[in-house]
């Protein structure tokens, strides 16, 4: 066989790309991945998800010294940022994983290939390689996985220094005195909690009448008010007009999303966060005729397979699923399988979303308005962090609970929203419930240690039924 001849070749080498290789390589097909960025890891590793959890964990330590370790009996004296060394440790996380998938290649027998890949025809895939020069890939099966960029707002200018993406906003020289934040979503959030943290006046402005949309309403309410009461500013409704340069920063113009009177807003740096959009710019879909829809998102049928035999995609590029890398990583997995003849299946029901503020968020399953809207009679358990033993002794100020929405006739569990400390972790034991089809009953009869925050699961289960111990 050719050493250009592959069973796969993935082109993006993200969370889907490459967890989908190293699986198509275990179960016995000769792969390859090529990669534009020449850092494997995709968006979520290079200027994503750990990045900004690198920050988000700094910035978290950083104002716990400065506000809350006296609470515990800490005195600390002479406390001073050093905003260089924290970039630092950002790097070396994100220097040290990306190293490491190489090493995972290496062991797995995947070929990487540092480049822009081009379909050029079903089956064949061209390389502008990184180091220079040309090559032709020949696959009998091609998987689109490159994954999504920074939407734009019309007419802004973004040059990642005063008018910053996610990504500038990830690498910011200093601490800037005013920033606003375009987008109430959890990116948006989540920057504006880092730069929050250290010192910045963070405004956020949302044209929807609420942050985080998808989002269950009550765990959005609780979750403005935690983050009003840490500082930060919200103006929703709000549209952004303009957004101009000016002396010392930026101007932006806004108004009422209902139309009304505009004003404008000052600030050091502005960050565009209103959404991602699918990255398929380049790849030669057209030309190969793959099928697209206006908004640049690929259909596929339930194999993952595009319209065009041999041509299959995962990830961001899908239209009407999360834009998540834990998800992308199913689709890679399940993906791979098909391909080597055996049988996967994600299921999209059971896709947990997590927001990294503080208090965290995390969520699986249906809201209670998709379930009103459903017409679905649900009973309902919550129970709050401020009656959970472990919570109150580590001192979390931010309080929060468990909410857990199970089927009225057959308490099937339907949705869990948790917001409060260390949720995205917490929300792990209710996504195998969903996945598992459990009840509330059954997650109630489930033996918790004790004292632990996932207590507060247990007793969110028993009042499904009304009938919480603690409460």
Not at 151 to 178: C, N, Q, R, Y
Not at 454 to 463: D, R, S
């Amino acid at each position: 066989m050719s050493e250009d001849t592959f069973d796969v070749v993935f082109i993006g080498g993200g969370p889907g790309g490459y967890v989908g290789a190293i699986k198509a390589a275990q179960l016995g097909l000769r792969t390859a991945c090529v990669e534009l960025r020449g850092t494997l890891g995709g968006t979520c590793l290079n200027v994503g998800c750990i990045p900004s959890k690198a920050l988000l964990q700094s910035s978290h330590l950083y104002h716990e010294a400065e506000a809350e370790f006296a609470q515990h009996g800490i005195k600390t004296s002479g406390l001073s940022l050093d905003l260089k060394a924290m970039m630092a440790r950002k790097r070396e996380v994100v220097d040290g994983l990306t190293t490491g998938i190489e090493g995972l290649f290496k062991k797995n027998k995947v070929e990487y290939i540092p480049g822009r890949g081009r379909i050029t025809s079903p089956g064949s895939v061209q390389v502008e390689l990184n180091g220079g020069g040309e090559r032709t890939l020949t696959a009998e099966n091609i998987v689109i996985a490159t994954g999504s960029d920074v939407m734009g707002l019309p007419g802004v200018e973004i040059d990642e220094k005063t008018v910053v993406s996610s990504t500038g906003a990830l690498s910011l020289g200093k601490v800037p005195k005013h920033l606003v934040v375009i987008g109430g979503g959890y990116i948006g959030l989540e920057m504006g909690s880092v730069w929050g943290r250290l010192g910045a006046k963070v405004t956020v402005v949302e044209f929807l009448d609420r942050i985080t949309p998808g989002m269950d309403g009550e765990l959005s309410r609780h979750l403005q008010r935690a983050l009003t009461a840490q500082g930060m500013e919200f103006r929703l409704s709000t549209k952004v007009t303009g957004v101009k340069k000016a002396r010392g920063g930026v101007e932006l113009s806004v108004e009422p999303a209902a139309g009304g009177e505009a004003e404008t807003l000052k600030a050091n740096v502005v960050l565009v966060s209103i959404g991602r959009k699918p990255f398929t710019d380049g790849l030669g879909l057209a030309e190969v005729g793959v099928a697209m829809d206006d908004r640049g998102f690929i259909p596929v049928d339930e194999d993952y397979q595009t319209n065009i035999a041999g041509i299959f995609a995962i990830g961001d590029v899908l239209p009407d699923r999360p834009m998540l890398a834990h998800k992308a990583e199913d689709e890679g997995v399940v993906l791979s399988e098909k391909l080597a003849g055996h049988v996967g299946t994600v299921n999209y029901d059971a896709i947990p979303g997590v927001c990294y503020t503080w208090p965290e968020v995390a969520t699986v399953g249906k809201s209670e308005e998709e379930l009103k809207a459903a017409g679905i009679a649900y009973n309902k358990g919550r129970f709050s962090f401020a009656a959970n033993s472990r919570a109150r002794s580590s001192g979390d100020r931010e309080g929060g609970f468990v909410k857990l929405l199970a089927d009225k006739e057959t308490d099937r569990l339907l949705g869990a929203h948790i917001i409060g400390p260390d949720a995205g972790t917490m929300i792990a034991e209710l996504v195998l419930a969903l996945e598992m089809g459990a009840s509330s009953e059954d997650i109630a009869l489930t033996c918790h240690a004790h004292p632990t925050l996932n207590e507060a699961v247990k007793e969110a289960a028993l009042a499904v039924t009304g009938k919480p111990l603690n409460m």
